[in-house]
């Protein structure tokens, strides 16, 4: 009997044993068992989502999981139980947040060219001005010299050109006298007296004293030189343009219709404009025919105040055109500006939607549990309570602190870029109305 009674009762214990063992079993796989729920705002963002997030929510199957759940739960053990079925998925916010550049940079293209149409405007502008020093250029006309009037409107223009804009001058017909026996000698005579870069006042100045007018108007010949001063200057990305100041016509035997159409359509694609200064009827029309053939403008001028004034109408249309960046780039500024608000905007209000919606569901969930008597007792309620609404203000809080400081990078940066904008337009604008 005493050994049928042990026998008996170590098998009752080993029954025992592994009945609690597969209750335990049991308990783990209906989801009864939880890791312990974060602490920390870092662990809460990143512990989602629970099992019923989001759109997967569903409250009846909430409830039945609930319903699982064993007597007596703690603060603690609840508050786990909840996380793990209900906590939001806030890694696309977080993701957001981090990957979040808030650099504001416009990119429209600044004025560039003396002579740029409307639209795209090239990066790099060379200008080369071809200026007569034939006999005739030392007549007068009102307000004095031709030449002299010549020289300083060519100065004047020289120093207002856009930044990065490159510079040459060449003359023409200078050496020799306009008389026959010299007629060679001056047709011969076309040189470049300031190499094309940038503008400086003292050479430029410099290089406008080295001349007088003397002979002959070897135009052609200095059109046909232009182009190999700018032989290296090609490419989408170049303005090659040439202002003729010439008061009469080729006297050279020259061809300069033929050789501005062969300047103009070379890959060199320069534009010739011809301003004729005193210029006669006749004179006018030979000119005109050579800017037309290369892809510029004529323009007749008949003192030095017009030549002055007709320069300077290329500072106003620049000026304008600077007015005009200015306020594109503005406008570029604010899209940028919204494109981004707008993303982090998004990110933030889906945030503050899923705060709320995780705080009302375990709110909800805590009510159910205190109906069905699962907790420990009030104390335990009440601890709930605190424990999901202490959750969702460490969240608030991490939003508001996180997204108003990009939200404030990002508006210094619109301020920023907005006020660059505003004082690089106002000083090409002043620059070109003076």
């Keep these: 009997m005493l050994v049928l009674c042990l026998v008996f009762s170590s098998g009752c214990s080993l029954l025992s044993g592994k009945n609690a063992d597969q209750a335990d079993a049991d308990k783990e796989s209906d989801g009864v068992k939880v890791k312990q729920a974060a602490t920390d705002v870092e ?14 929510y569903d409250e009846e199957k909430v409830k039945a999981e609930l319903d699982k759940l064993p007597d007596n739960l703690t603060a603690d053990e609840a508050y786990n139980h909840l996380v793990a079925l209900l906590a939001e998925d806030y890694k696309p916010e977080l993701k957001a947040l981090e990957n979040f550049d808030p650099t504001i940079k416009t990119n429209i293209k600044e004025p560039g060219g003396v002579n740029a149409p409307e639209g795209e405007l090239p990066k790099q502008v060379n200008v080369e001005i071809l200026l007569d020093a034939s006999g005739s250029m ?44 010299d007629k060679e ?32 108007t070897p135009l052609a010949a200095a059109i046909e030189q232009a182009k190999n001063d700018l032989s290296e200057n090609t490419g989408e990305n170049v303005e ?41 009827n006749e004179g006018q029309r030979a000119l005109k025919k050579v800017a037309e053939a290369g892809g510029g403008k004529y323009t007749t001028v008949n003192t030095g105040e017009d030549l002055r004034k007709h320069l300077e109408e290329e500072y106003k249309r620049l000026a304008k055109e600077w007015e005009m960046w200015g306020i594109k780039s503005y406008l570029e500024t604010t899209n940028i500006w919204a494109e981004k608000y ?83 337009a106002e000083e090409m604008e002043e620059k070109y109305k003076q």
């Design 342 to 424: 707008d993303v982090i905007d998004e990110a933030d209000v889906s945030m503050i939607d899923k705060c709320t919606r995780e705080r009302s569901r375990m709110l909800e969930a805590e009510e159910y549990l205190a109906e069905k008597g699962k907790l420990k007792g009030e104390k335990d309620e009440k601890s709930l309570y605190d424990k999901i609404w202490g959750r969702w203000r460490v969240l608030n809080d991490y939003r508001k602190e996180n997204f108003r400081e990009v939200k404030d990078r990002l508006n210094q940066a619109k301020n920023e870029e907005t006020q660059r904008v505003r004082e690089k």
């Design 43 to 56: 662990g809460m963002l990143r512990e989602g989502p629970g099992k019923y997030a989001g759109g997967k």
């Design 138 to 181: 030392a007549g007068r006309v009102s307000g004095g010299v031709k030449m002299d009037l010549a020289k300083e409107a060519i100065r004047n223009f020289a120093s207002k050109l856009p930044e990065g804009a490159q510079v040459a001058l060449r003359v023409y017909g200078h050496k020799g006298s306009n008389q026959e026996k």
């Design 185 to 216: 000698l001056s047709c011969k005579s076309t040189e470049v007296v300031y190499p094309l870069g940038a503008y400086d006042k003292a050479s430029f100045q410099k290089s406008l004293n080295k001349f007088r007018p003397t002979g002959w």
């Design 240 to 280: 090659n343009i040439i202002y003729v100041v010439s008061d009469g016509i080729e006297t050279c035997g020259g061809d300069p219709v033929k050789a501005a159409k062969e300047l103009h359509e070379s890959e060199i694609q320069a534009i010739v404009n011809i301003i004729g200064f005193d210029v006669d």
